[in-house]
């Protein structure tokens, strides 16, 4: 199965409003509230697309208990440890025009204990993985050196891990060598120091990143597509004309059926059909929530 593991959830609500007016009372006809962090989307759209996952992290408070209601809405296994405080709940008001306000909060503070307690978890699961994917930031209280840590783990046990984080964490991350990292592009410019402008330049970013250890990395680039970078060789993945209505969560699909079709067994060009397809079947669907099944297969 795919495990995935988000250290720092959240409930996002989304609401839908005419214009945004600051510092006046804003009604909004209609909102919806869904599970989320990049682990927690990964899982959903890995079982939409018909493969087995589970959701490990920390969950927190009644926002936390949302969560859990959610994905057991969804059918997506799950298996949390409870932390004091409250899961993040995030907002993102988008306007009619398509522009869209976020509000994003820190998340509850991690203690070692319970970071003890979710590693004894997750070694469990490893026995029956085929990938971990390590995605999000991290909340207060948890170490940058986190997601090296379960990248070594996952070796260890045989279990190939996939990385999408930014900052310190995907620096150090990377130096525990995972099997394939996706930074989008201005994650992996801030890991390079400078910034990533035309496909050229991503292309060698890609490569630099590459030779740090990892055995594929994929550079998303949001409607512009992906660069992948294995070996020698290199691919861009073009998605699809659609209509845009969301920047919530493609990402995340993506990873999600990049896994799933790794899994499979599928060689890495076809995989990244299946991932644009999934990214791009997400960013058609307003706010946060996911793509559906049948406008991946038809993309």
């Known amino acids: 199965m795919i495990i995935t593991l988000t250290p720092n959830p959240s409930v996002d609500q989304t609401v839908f409003v005419d214009r945004l007016e600051p510092g006046a009372i804003n009604r909004f006809p209609e909102f919806q509230l869904d599970p989320a962090g990049k682990g927690i989307n990964v899982a959903r759209m890995v079982r939409r697309l018909g493969w087995p996952a589970i959701a490990l992290g920390f969950l ?12 057991d809405r969804e059918g997506v296994p799950h298996q949390f440890i409870p932390v004091p405080g409250q899961t993040r709940l995030n907002t993102t008001v988008v306007e009619a025009g398509g522009a869209s306000t976020r509000l994003r909060g820190p998340g509850p503070f991690i ?32 170490p940058d050196r986190f997601y090296a840590t379960y990248v070594r783990l996952a070796r260890e046990r045989g279990v190939e891990a996939i990385l999408d984080a930014d900052g310190e964490p995907l620096r150090l991350g990377i130096e525990a060598g995972p099997a394939l990292v996706k930074p989008n592009r201005a994650e992996a410019g801030r890991l390079l120091g400078r910034v990533l402008g035309d496909l050229g330049d991503v292309l060698a970013g890609a490569r ?30 073009v998605p699809p004309p659609i209509e845009r209505r969301s920047t919530v969560g493609p990402g995340d699909s993506f990873v999600a059926g990049l896994a799933v079709s790794l899994a499979r067994g599928h060689d890495i060009a076809e ?22 099944t049948g406008d991946v297969a038809d993309l």
């Open 111 to 142: 203690d070692p204990d319970r970071r003890d307690a979710l590693e004894a978890v997750v070694k469990v699961w490893l026995q029956a993985g085929r990938f971990l994917v390590l995605a999000g930031r991290l909340p207060p209280g948890v």
């Open 60 to 71: 927190g408070g009644e926002v936390g208990e949302l969560a859990r209601r959610a994905l």
């Open 271 to 292: 995989s990244l059909r299946l991932a644009t397809a999934a990214g791009a079947a997400t960013a058609m669907t307003p706010g946060t929530a996911l793509g559906s």
């Open 208 to 237: 630099e990143i590459a030779r740090k250890g990892v055995g594929t990395v994929v550079i998303s680039l949001g409607a512009e597509g992906a660069v992948c970078v294995r070996g020698d060789r290199a691919w861009r993945a």
